[in-house]
């Protein structure tokens, strides 16, 4: 598998569906952990892990500009 590997990476420049989501609702006002919980299947974590996961998701270069983008548009 001569150059596989690279066509099964993830884009480094586009935001997956949740992500969007996520970003959206920040934007918006959302808190970190209110917007992760918009985007994510939170049922079974514990309120550490979302605030965890939603910080560390706001700390995404590339979710960070997206939502710095649309705030601007706001």
Request: aromatic share 6%; no cysteine; net charge positive.
């Amino acid at each position: 598998l001569v150059g596989g590997a690279s066509t099964m990476k993830k884009s480094k420049t586009k935001l997956t569906h949740k992500q969007a989501i996520f970003s959206k609702a920040v934007a918006s006002g959302e808190s970190l952990v209110d917007a992760y919980k918009l985007a994510y299947r939170t049922a079974n974590m514990k309120p550490a892990s979302i605030r965890r996961e939603g910080a560390r998701l706001y700390a995404n270069p590339i979710v960070a500009t997206t939502i710095d983008g649309m705030k601007a548009d706001i």
